[in-house]
């Protein structure tokens, strides 16, 4: 089965960058939707934003758009996320997902959609 590895998390300055990646090992991304989700302390897992493979088509959250941007890399069987304009209310975990079934945008926006998840990456942004 596939697993997530996650990596680029790490401390930013407000206004600042990171790139976020998720690599794939032990499978491929083939056919799937690829989501970022993020948990701050003390709340609830939110969604970020997703990616069809197959597409490359894209939805992310409101509170994101604009300042992050997901994309894959088909030869590295990888999903990024570039954030950029980063603001201290952007701390929190953040966690890649896959899921290998059909559904909606709606539907995709949603944890209980996912059946892999990678381990996490902190991701803190403070002056």
């Known amino acids: 089965q596939v697993q997530l590895v996650e990596s680029g998390g790490g401390l930013a300055q407000p206004g600042g960058s990171l790139r976020l990646s998720c690599a794939a090992s032990?499978?491929?991304?083939?056919?799937?939707?690829v989501a970022w989700f993020r948990q701050a302390p003390g709340k609830e897992r939110e969604f970020v934003s997703a990616?069809?493979?197959?597409?490359?088509?894209?939805n992310s959250a409101d509170s994101v758009k604009g300042r992050f941007t997901i994309s894959r890399d088909n030869t590295k069987n990888t999903v990024y996320l570039q954030m950029d304009s980063l603001q201290p209310e952007d701390t929190a975990v953040y966690y890649c997902?896959?899921?290998?079934?059909?559904?909606?945008?709606?539907?995709?926006?949603?944890?209980?959609?996912?059946?892999?998840w990678g381990q996490g990456t902190l991701v803190t942004v403070s002056s």
């Open positions: 990616i069809f493979w197959t597409s490359g088509s894209r």
């Open positions: 997902a896959a899921a290998f079934l059909g559904g909606s945008w709606f539907e995709y926006r949603l944890s209980n959609k996912y059946s892999v």
């Open positions: 032990g499978g491929t991304f083939s056919r799937a939707t």
